[in-house]
Nanobody, 126 residues
Framework: QVQLVESGGGSVQAGGSLRLSCTGS????????MAWFRQGAGKAREGVGG???????TVADSVKGRFTISQDNARKTLYLQMNSLKPEDTAMYYC????????????????????WGQGTQVTVSS
């Protein structure tokens, strides 16, 4: 059974930084693509950034220039470096992956991911 576990969330002041990690495990864990999504209170889920099947990273316009997404060399752990955080970045951040059956659609489409983590909370105070 594949599991994704996010870590690195927390509370910071505006302008601060956090680095999120998404670690996968389980039999057959070889993700084709991975991504970060977030959902703030009362808001719809939105894509933050993803790494596609070719290893190309993309981030949403709303975080471009502040957030960087990357993977380890084995392409099994996903990172999200968040700098210059703003209160509007406050949300639960989720990691998603396509492992085995699933479809790597173009970011930020999310319905192809077949594994999701439980999320890590990021709170940015002004």
């Amino acid at each position: 059974q594949v599991q994704l576990v996010e870590s690195g969330g927390g509370s910071v002041q505006a302008g601060g930084s956090l680095r999120l990690s998404c670690t996968g495990s389980g039999n057959g864990y070889r993700p084709y693509c991975m991504a970060w999504f977030r959902q703030g209170a009362g808001k719809a889920r939105e894509g933050v950034g993803g790494v596609d099947i070719d290893g190309v990273a993309t981030v949403a316009d709303s975080v471009k220039g502040r957030f960087t997404i990357s993977q380890d060399n084995a392409r099994k752990t996903l990172y999200l470096q968040m700098n210059s955080l703003k209160p509007e970045d406050t949300a639960m951040y989720y990691c998603a992956a396509v492992v085995g059956r699933g479809t790597c659609y173009i970011f930020p489409r999310s319905d192809g991911y077949n594994y999701w983590g439980q999320g890590t909370q990021v709170t940015v105070s002004s």
